[in-house]
């Protein structure tokens, strides 16, 4: 079956879009395009994430996504010279714009969620079914609704010789730990903290929007750790919590940011300091939670900081640091693919959570179908 996921992430950065056959556990990568979103977007799509919005812009956002999306599937199938015709699923995780799990839980409260882009959008424009919405399913089973890769991790990247973790740095960095020929049921998978979310709010706040992220690390090569605040900042209780645990930008997003411009440090300085804290953040969830040493794979746009991939290095001696493109995934592309495989799972009635990961009290199957008729 082809299948197309679509992702964009809580960098906000643009929709990626991966073009997958999947016959049972076989999975191939047939092409993967990435787009960014046009100007103004992004920042409408930041202004209701941080609750600055009414019903409204929400709603609207969401029709608006679902078309962007659409026409990204399209896109996607020029530029990687696939007929479009030949899309038979599609996979759409949507826009987080909110999501709270270990937080939530702590003062009592549902773990919640809500990604935005409307999947009837995409099934009209597209004349093929939709899964969509994955998330809610597993808080409805008790699970933090995230994360949701690591059964993808688990299918592509488990191993009978050597100890493995999947590392992700998109906005939020996530890993899943595959012991060396674990089951399923072995696999722990948690949000570390902070990915990219916070080195490029303060990129974009350096350089009065015009950029936003941390080109190949080089802002923060030329500024300066401030231990006090790293220390300060590695002291949150959510490190040394057990998972399952998940984090957004209601933990690492605009007010965090305003906290540490607040120091008055300059900003190359803040940019380094919140770069040691990314692989701090995942070198401590790792050195807790998983074995001493083996394979990490790393995938997402962190992997494109070479100031930060050093520092992750530094922080795992012991560790053979790799990307997912060694392995013959794109490091861009591999939560796309993640939800085209979820999105199968979903048509053939079959699970899409890990409770060890995010844990719900049992394997649910995830998302909600939209048909679409060509």
Same mark, same amino acid.
């Given at each position: 079956?082809r299948?197309?996921?679509?992702m964009?992430?809580?960098s906000?950065?643009?929709?990626?879009?991966?073009?997958?056959?999947?016959?049972?556990k076989?999975?191939?990568?047939v092409?993967?395009?990435?787009?960014?979103?046009k100007?103004?977007l992004?920042?409408?799509?930041?202004?209701?994430?941080?609750?600055?919005?009414?019903t409204?812009?929400?709603?609207?956002?969401?029709?608006?996504?679902?078309?962007?999306?659409?026409q990204?599937?399209?896109?996607?199938?020029?530029?990687?010279?696939?007929a479009a015709?030949?899309?038979?699923l599609?996979?759409?995780?949507?826009?987080? !714009?909110?999501?709270?799990?270990?937080?939530f839980k702590?003062?009592?409260? =549902?773990?919640?969620?809500?990604q935005i882009?409307?999947?009837?959008?995409?099934?009209?424009?597209?004349?093929?079914?939709v899964?969509?919405?994955?998330?809610?399913r597993?808080?409805?089973?008790?699970?933090?609704?995230?994360?949701?890769v690591?059964?993808v991790?688990y299918?592509?990247?488990g191993s009978?010789?050597?100890s493995?973790?999947?590392l992700?740095?998109?906005?939020?960095?996530?890993?899943?730990?595959?012991?060396r020929?674990g089951t399923e049921a072995?696999?722990?998978?948690?949000?570390?903290?902070?990915g990219?979310?916070?080195?490029?709010?303060?990129?974009?706040?350096?350089?009065?929007?015009?950029?936003?992220?941390?080109a190949?690390?080089r802002?923060?090569?030329?500024?300066?750790?401030?231990?006090p605040?790293?220390?300060?900042?590695?002291r949150?209780?959510?490190?040394?919590?057990s998972?399952?645990?998940?984090?957004?930008?209601?933990?690492?997003?605009?007010?965090?940011?305003? =906290?540490?411009?607040?120091?008055?440090?300059p900003?190359p300085?803040?940019?380094?300091?919140?770069?040691?804290?990314?692989?701090?953040?995942?070198?401590?969830?790792?050195g807790?939670f998983?074995?001493?040493?083996?394979e990490? !794979?790393?995938?997402?746009?962190?992997?494109?900081?070479?100031q930060?991939?050093?520092?992750?290095?530094?922080?795992?001696?012991?560790?053979?640091?790799?990307?997912s493109?060694?392995?013959?995934?794109?490091?861009?592309?591999?939560?796309?693919?993640?939800?085209?495989?979820?999105?199968y =799972?979903?048509?053939k009635?079959?699970t899409?959570?890990l409770?060890?990961?995010?844990?719900?009290?049992?394997?649910?199957v995830?998302?909600?179908?939209?048909?679409?008729?060509?």
């Amino acid at each position: 079956m082809r299948v197309a996921g679509i992702m964009s992430g809580t960098s906000v950065d643009g929709v990626d879009v991966a073009i997958v056959d999947i016959a049972g556990k076989r999975i191939r990568t047939v092409g993967h395009a990435g787009f960014g979103f046009k100007p103004g977007l992004r920042g409408r799509i930041l202004a209701v994430s941080n609750a600055n919005c009414g019903t409204g812009d929400i709603s609207e956002l969401n029709f608006e996504l679902g078309e962007v999306y659409a026409q990204a599937v399209l896109d996607a199938c020029v530029k990687c010279k696939v007929a479009a015709e030949s899309i038979e699923l599609v996979g759409s995780h949507g826009q987080t !714009i909110y999501h709270n799990g270990l937080y939530f839980k702590r003062s009592g409260q =549902r773990p919640n969620t809500l990604q935005i882009g409307e999947a009837s959008v995409i099934a009209e424009r597209l004349g093929v079914p939709v899964v969509s919405d994955f998330r809610t399913r597993d808080i409805a089973a008790g699970g933090q609704g995230a994360p949701l890769v690591p059964l993808v991790d688990y299918l592509l990247f488990g191993s009978t010789e050597k100890s493995r973790v999947a590392l992700n740095i998109g906005g939020i960095a996530n890993v899943t730990i595959l012991p060396r020929g674990g089951t399923e049921a072995e696999v722990v998978a948690f949000d570390t903290g902070p990915g990219n979310m916070v080195m490029d709010q303060l990129v974009e706040f350096a350089t009065g929007g015009k950029s936003h992220y941390d080109a190949g690390g080089r802002m923060a090569a030329r500024g300066y750790l401030n231990r006090p605040l790293l220390d300060k900042l590695l002291r949150d209780p959510y490190f040394t919590a057990s998972p399952p645990k998940s984090a957004g930008r209601e933990q690492y997003g605009k007010a965090f940011v305003e =906290r540490m411009v607040a120091t008055g440090l300059p900003l190359p300085d803040l940019v380094a300091t919140a770069t040691a804290f990314t692989a701090a953040a995942i070198a401590s969830g790792i050195g807790r939670f998983g074995p001493p040493a083996g394979e990490l !794979i790393v995938s997402g746009g962190g992997v494109h900081n070479r100031q930060l991939m050093a520092q992750i290095q530094a922080f795992l001696p012991a560790w053979v640091v790799q990307t997912s493109a060694d392995f013959g995934v794109d490091p861009d592309a591999k939560e796309a693919i993640a939800f085209a495989v979820l999105a199968y =799972r979903t048509w053939k009635k079959q699970t899409g959570n890990l409770p060890s990961a995010t844990g719900a009290r049992r394997a649910v199957v995830l998302g909600k179908v939209t048909f679409g008729t060509r």
